[in-house]
């Protein structure tokens, strides 16, 4: 298994978002505020070295739209 969740994204803007982990029953792992670079692919790296196996979920949130994508850890 990987220690490393890579979370590959392009914007169109520069504003700033948060990428949060929360674990199958909602509370909340990760937290971090990324800023990313405008019209260019990006990959921003998440340790989950520490997560038991099981499903997670991913969310990325800008304040005005936010996108959940689950992922799982074997």
Not at 35 to 45: A, G, S, V, W
Not at 54 to 67: A, C, H, P, R, V
């Given at each position: 298994?990987?220690?490393?969740?890579?979370?590959?994204?392009?914007?169109?803007?520069?504003?700033?978002?948060?990428?949060?982990?929360?674990?199958?029953?909602?509370?909340?792992?990760?937290?971090?505020?990324?800023?990313?670079?405008?019209?260019?692919?990006?990959?921003?790296?998440?340790?989950?070295?520490?997560?038991?196996?099981?499903i997670?979920?991913?969310q990325?949130?800008?304040?005005?739209?936010?996108?959940?994508?689950?992922?799982?850890v074997?």
């Amino acid at each position: 298994a990987s220690d490393i969740l890579n979370v590959t994204y392009e914007t169109p803007n520069i504003e700033p978002f948060v990428l949060r982990v929360f674990d199958a029953i909602g509370r909340l792992l990760i937290e971090t505020e990324v800023n990313p670079c405008c019209f260019k692919e990006t990959i921003e790296r998440v340790d989950i070295s520490r997560f038991q196996g099981g499903i997670y979920f991913l969310q990325i949130d800008n304040g005005k739209e936010s996108s959940i994508e689950s992922f799982v850890v074997k």
